[in-house]
């Protein structure tokens, strides 16, 4: 068969989805082979919500070539360990889900059965207090993970907290400096191919006709391409995720410690992210309006900051779910355009990284092979489903009664595999490691204790089992006391310009 | 706390693999095993083993140098492919890697783009495994990941009843009891419907709480007991010859799989003979005919067995988990079905986590069993795909039956963009898939386009600097039989 290569991509939409695939196709394709061109409008603004990150980011910057220190003066970014919950399990309650292993298995047996055991004989630690990266979050502590791997200070992992709109720019940049072409208007027609119903080309306000074998659709909630031209449909999750609004504000940095953790506090009718930055903090409270007012979820965002407000609050309207297909024809859809799952657990940026390592994976040529498109979407929906089903967990596994919203989470039907999962985990504690994230940490640290421990571990007396947690604690804690405090630590870095 | 007590029906290799697995790993403080030495088929004369076979053992404790010691035992470092999809096929297909990554591109997209440039080598030229196996060479892989020599990945050939002594002797040691008698009645809770007690033939009545039905076909727990149904899948290869042929002395680290026009033939290469097992159609050859063949082949001592290809509707039920052939059976191509006790036994060590409530733990436990027996199933499905032009039979049979829509899904994907589809639970690993579509011709139509940015000539040179590179450091490798003696003297 004849090569046929794909030799012009299109890209519309900037904003962090837009910009993070132009950087990509730009870093893996030199500008002699491939022309990129991205359309944007100055006059559409960016959702740039998705300011926390989990882990896998780093991989993207680095496959960018790009050094941590500049990215995080550049982006004004602040380093974290975890997610912590509050009020989510029960009002009262709190957790750290954190980027790290809890304690460390031993004989086979996975460490939350140990927990589960002390805990059965009185011990009063919260599961997270055996994690280096919860309890460090907690102390304000950060510094890079050690190389050593022997060492206790290298089990751990972080992400950041960064401002998503300095990063596009930042990856304008990048992309424009490899020949990005940027086009400033606004689409006014698509052309398809008759035949096929491929797009051929677009259309500008100025009539500006721009070419293109691949069209990469970025624009957002509304899906220009994907849905308004191709028709791609809409699986609609809102059943499970009730929340389809956010109201979102920044506010000053207070004197308070800097916390290395994305906060997450659950209020009446959804929930409320803390997001601290080096130069301000982000906040914003997602709601279903089912169930609450703007008024109400204004208020009680502005009400909750821990700092005075730098702007109007904005309100965002979102529906959860996804684009029955995200690549169709010669179009696929990165970012919200694709999908739109809340911020929960910080996964928003992760799923337009998903979109471009796969769409690089099973980067098409002009014959657009179905079986090509087909993969790339079933392995796509299998990741979307995966974290779906994650955070519809926090919601269903939650012991609150005191709102009707709550009260709706409760008696909700779940995901069959979900329920399947959350049913062996509460008889035995069972994980399976497919799921993601440290799905024990946080079945636990909403409330879900499972029934009974592995029988495995019975043959350890009770006395060697509380020592060797008494053990991991004090390491922990000690290890905690060595690093460095995390405002100071990232002070030192963008002070240096160089890696600290 | 009284211990629990496990019991398990079936004194053949499934059941001693399954007890030594257990009988490690469960302290008898919580749960004593015992083995009812029930009289099984052997329908398992050898295995070939990959190389997990070698972290299976390190669970146990069995050390290569016993194995090799006590059981006719031979290295195996790849599956020889001799006339399976073409008569000219000679291929040996192998785990670990194959060949080199050149700027980021993967080496299968190289190679597909050499072969449209006229490079006419076999993709095993470039995997140090089947270049050794070829040389008849063997070592283990060194710690210096620099080393060409890491690449090194070998598993076992092994004799099955003198292996299931060494197994017997592994769980003994790990305070494993074994029973005598038969199984010849099973007495269930009339409440609960699980197996309360069975009843041996010498009259004894043996209570326990937790059962494993290692017996075989008859399933005389999951079946007699429990009676589970078994669903019976397409057969083409309904009756299976085991033979043996005697060998000089100990060549390749290797099983060889050949097709013929009316079965397939797997040889597994032992220290002083082949073990073969040729799984043929009696409505094309009866036994005679078949013995005739394999006569002229070299091949005696030839004994004959039916073949069924069938799974129970489900494996864990109450509280008997049913494992081996007792619980489904396919051929014996690639993925040996000793593999799938040893998985067996770990998911059900993993997801055994106490006695009060099974229904959650054995739904997962057959969830993933489903999963395994599914890619056993696909793949030897593709395996008889591309031998149609070795045998009538096949050919045939395809003309009627199709792949499985994922089946196909793969191959197709594979053969035009050398890309695969993988998710964690697949039985191969992506580079034995890559491996096992070039080795049976299916070469992809095209190549990603980033190969276009490596200069031609740059790609030839690189490739073939790959080829003589992995010929040189295999030359090294010491001989097959030459490691054996080494391991044994070490």
């Not at chain 1, 904003?15 to 061109?37: D, F, H, L, R, V």
């Not at chain 2, 980021?104 to 072969?115: N, P, V």
Request: proline share 3%; with cysteine.
């Amino acid at each position: 068969m004849i090569q046929n290569p794909i030799k012009k991509i299109v890209i519309v939409g900037g904003g962090t989805a837009g910009w993070m695939t132009a950087a990509a196709c730009a870093k893996k394709y030199p500008a002699t082979t491939m022309s990129i061109t991205l359309i944007e409008s100055e006059s559409i603004g960016t959702i740039g919500v998705g300011e926390s990150t989990i882990p896998h980011i780093r991989h993207f910057n680095q496959f960018l070539g790009i050094d941590e220190s500049v990215f995080v003066a550049e982006t004004k970014a602040t380093f974290k360990m975890g997610i912590a919950f509050k009020d989510w399990g029960s009002l009262g309650s709190e957790y750290i889900h954190p980027f790290g292993p809890l304690g460390h298995d031993i004989n086979g047996v996975e460490f939350h059965h140990y927990w589960l055991r002390s805990r059965l004989s009185g011990s009063p630690y919260p599961i997270d207090n055996y994690s280096l990266a919860a309890v460090a979050a907690r102390a304000g502590k950060f510094q890079h993970p050690c190389d050593d791997q022997s060492s206790l200070l290298s089990t751990y992992s972080y992400a950041f907290h960064f401002d998503a709109s300095l990063y596009a720019k930042y990856l304008r940049n990048y992309s424009e400096k490899r020949q990005v072409c940027r086009k400033e208007g606004i689409v006014s027609e698509t052309i398809l191919n008759p035949q096929t119903g491929f797009i051929e080309s677009i259309r500008l306000n100025s009539g500006e006709i721009i070419n293109g074998d691949l069209f990469i659709d970025c624009t957002g909630f509304r899906g220009i391409l994907i849905e308004d031209v191709l028709h791609s449909g809409f699986d609609d999750w809102s059943h499970w995720l009730a929340c389809d609004k956010a109201v979102a504000v920044p506010c000053e940095r207070n004197s308070e410690q800097l916390n290395p953790y994305t906060l997450s506090i659950a209020h009446k009718a959804g929930w409320q992210w803390r997001i601290p930055l080096q130069h301000r903090t982000g906040n914003g409270h997602v709601y279903a309006s089912d169930y609450m007012s703007d008024d109400e979820a204004t208020s009680l965002l502005l009400n909750n900051l821990n700092g005075a407000p730098l702007a109007e609050p904005r309100i965002l309207k979102f529906k959860a779910g996804q684009r029955k297909k995200n690549w169709l024809k010669n179009c696929v859809a990165i970012g919200l355009s694709g999908g739109f799952l809340e911020p929960l657990e910080s996964t928003s940026i992760y799923l337009i990284q998903v979109g471009i390592q796969k769409l690089l994976e099973f980067f098409p040529d002009l014959h657009f092979f179905e079986e090509n498109i087909k993969e790339f979407n079933d392995q796509l929906d299998a990741e979307y489903v995966r974290i779906r089903d994650f955070i519809i967990m926090h919601y269903k596994q939650s012991s609150r009664d005191d709102s009707e919203f709550w009260m709706r989470c409760k008696n909700m039907i779940v995901p069959e595999a979900l329920a399947n999962r959350q049913k062996i985990f509460a008889a035995c504690g069972h994980v399976d490691h497919q799921q993601y994230g440290v799905y024990a940490a946080v079945c636990i640290g909403q409330g879900l204790i499972p029934k009974s421990y592995d029988f495995k571990i019975n043959a350890l007396p009770m006395d060697a089992i509380e020592k060797y947690m008494e053990k991991i604690r004090l390491e922990i804690e000690l290890a905690t006391q060595s690093m460095t405090n995390a405002e100071m630590y990232i002070k030192k870095i963008i002070g240096n310009g160089g890696s600290a | 706390m009284n211990p629990k007590k496990i019991i398990i029906v079936g004194g053949g290799i499934e059941g001693w693999t399954v007890a030594s697995l257990l009988g490690r790993h469960l302290p008898p403080t919580v749960a004593e095993v015992f083995v009812i030495e029930h009289p099984v088929p052997n329908v398992i004369i050898a295995e070939s083993a990959g190389s997990s076979i070698n972290s299976f053992h390190q669970l146990l404790g069995i050390k290569e140098k016993t194995l090799l010691a006590a059981s006719n035992t031979t290295y195996r470092m790849g599956i020889r492919y001799d006339g399976w999809s073409s008569s000219s096929q000679r291929y040996v297909l192998s785990e670990g890697r194959y060949g080199d990554t050149f700027r980021g591109i993967d080496f299968h997209q190289l190679y597909a783009k050499s072969l449209q440039l006229g490079v006419r080598n076999s993709f095993d030229e470039y995997s140090i495994n089947s270049v050794s196996v070829k040389l008849n060479r063997c070592a283990s892989p060194v710690s210096n990941q620099q080393s060409i020599y890491s690449c090194l990945v070998h598993g076992l050939n092994l004799q099955a009843d003198s292996y299931a002594k060494v197994l017997k002797e592994n769980a003994i040691d790990a305070s494993v009891t074994t029973i005598k008698g038969a199984v010849n009645r099973v007495g269930l809770d009339s409440e609960t419907g699980h197996i309360s007690v069975v009843h041996l033939d010498n009259g004894e009545a043996i209570a326990a709480d937790f059962f494993i039905d290692c017996s075989g076909k008859e399933g005389v727990l999951i079946a007699g007991g429990l009676s589970v149904s078994l669903i019976s899948q397409d057969c083409v290869f309904n009756r299976v010859a085991v033979g043996s042929s005697t060998s000089e002395e100990i060549g390749s680290p290797a099983a060889n799989l050949s097709m013929h026009n009316d079965g397939f033939l797997k040889q597994v290469l032992l220290k002083d003979k082949s073990i073969c097992s040729y799984n043929f159609s009696s409505l094309n050859l009866n036994d005679e005919g078949a013995k005739q063949y394999l006569n002229k082949l070299g091949i005696i001592d030839i004994s004959f067995q039916d073949k069924h290809c069938e799974r129970r509707s489900s494996f864990w039920h109450k509280n008997c988990v049913a494992i081996g052939s007792a619980a489904a059976s396919h051929y014996d191509i690639y993925y040996s079905p000793l593999q799938s006790v040893r998985n067996s036994a770990v998911r059900l060590l993993d997801l055994l986590m106490g006695f009060d409530d099974f229904e959650s733990v054995s739904s997962e436990y057959n969830r993933q069993s489903f999963v395994e027996y599914d890619g056993i199933e696909e793949l030897n499905q593709l395996h008889l795909y591309f031998a149609r032009s070795q045998s009538a039979i096949l050919r045939e049979y395809f003309e009627s039956h199709y792949l499985t829509e994922y089946a196909l899904h793969r191959l197709n994907l594979f053969s035009l963009t050398g890309k695969l589809t993988y998710s964690n639970e697949d039985i191969l690993t992506k580079s034995e898939w890559i491996a096992f579509f070039m080795g049976n011709n299916v070469f992809p139509e095209t190549y990603n386009n980033d190969v276009d940015f490596v200069e031609n000539s740059n790609l030839l040179k690189f490739i073939e600097k790959i080829r003589v590179e992995i010929y040189k450091a295999a030359e090294k490798v010491p001989r097959h039989v030459d490691f054996i003696a080494n391991v044994l003297n070490g």
